[in-house]
């Protein structure tokens, strides 16, 4: 990939990447990175944005290399956010003729609920797992596409569910997407949208093709579950909750319908292939050390730092503080100089800062830490400081006391010289 800066003006540029992620079926493997980016953070909706800082008139050229481990697992994850459910845009649902219809759909398919129910919390385990599957169905039943549409991410108009109740003809994928997350979020369902790409390995094609489908949060086996509602209409085959071993992962749109977009500009930027009977594995490894400035009786508070260095090969997405001989040693973790919001790739550093007040200074410091990807690979490190003023500290800071006095004394001798000097000048 590269990135060349046109601009005019003298000022760096900054050139975002979307990246794939990990997710509960897929770690990415990072076998080159190069360069590195100047950060590399998670967005809202669990995506990997690689930062480039660009000079003007200066270009980056940059190679990502790895392997997508596709995987099943059983983990459960926490209740996403409630943007996830949020009636917006392209998945608002607004025709009360169509819940209607909806209705009256999964009541011929056995499940009787009252017309007036809007969320799925209401209804007990074994009914919300046949909404689940009855609204996947009423999808494809109720659009169709045209028999000449070629796979692939094309540039067709996206019209937005209410249009899809009027036209269901002629729907692309990103309309079959858009159709089911705009269902299950009209019954508080938590959905996503998931913009990937589809390898050869399923033959649907002989080269693969970027393409649209849906996750949805299953509250009773709390896991993202994949579905695709398209590709089971185009291949008339059932694929209601299969592993799509297939389907890779780019970027995720939860909290919004129309970003962010793929960052892939010509045709050769992104490749897959599949490597049958590869041995290469995730490995998990973080090598961590604990460091703090001098301990000066002159400051409010002493600079610590958690730093740490990716020495495996996938990333480290979050980490949590289990245990500490300081008491709520979280609320002295900086709030701007920290990872929370970032990720550490292959081969990079990152730094936790903390800055423990006056009290909590003349200790042997001790943190027990947890640094995870995805919950699902995890390292922890118990990382010790001893705090404790020393003879040479307390020399220092004697030190740089009687200075300070001698500074302020000789100053004060200077001061009253000159003005004396004058009086009598």
Known sequence: M?????????????????????????????????????????????????????????????????????????????????????????????NS?????????????????????????????????????????????????????????????????????????GSSPIDYADFLIALYRGYDIPARMVVGYVSNISGFTSDGFFHYWVEYYDSSLKSWITLDPFLEDYSTKSLYKSNFADHITILRRGKSPLAPNLTFYETNDFLVTSVPNSEIIPEFKVDAGLNFEKNLITRPFTKGYISLSNTGNIAITGYTIKKSNIENITKYIDPINNMSSQIVLPKQNSNIQINLPMQDRNINFFVNIRFTNQDIFSSEEVLEYDMSPTVPILLDIFV???????????????YFGIVKFRKHG
């Open 97 to 169: 003729n169509e819940y209607k219809r909806i209705n009256t759909f999964i009541t011929k398919k056995g499940l009787n609920i009252p017309d007036d129910v809007s969320s799925v919390n209401v209804l007990e385990k074994s009914q919300r797992e046949l909404l689940y599957k009855y609204l996947y169905q009423y999808t494809i039943a109720k659009l169709d596409y045209n028999r000449d549409l070629r796979l692939g991410i094309t540039e067709q108009t996206r019209v937005g569910v209410n249009a899809l109740v009027d036209d269901p003809s």
């Open 400 to 414: 740089k006391i009687l200075s300070t006095i001698l500074f302020i004394l000789l100053s004060s001798l200077i």
């Open 2 to 94: 590269k990135f060349t800066e046109y601009s005019l003006t003298d000022q760096n540029q900054t050139f975002e990447l979307i990246l794939l992620p990990d997710t509960q079926n897929q770690n990415i493997i990072w076998e080159e990175i190069e360069p590195l980016p100047n950060t590399s953070q998670l967005d809202v909706n669990g995506n990997y944005i690689f930062k480039y800082i660009v000079t003007p008139d200066s270009t980056i050229d940059a190679t990502i290399k790895g392997y997508v481990y596709k995987r099943n697992t059983k983990e459960s994850i926490s209740m996403p956010a409630t943007f996830y459910t949020a009636r917006i845009g392209y998945w608002n649902l607004t």
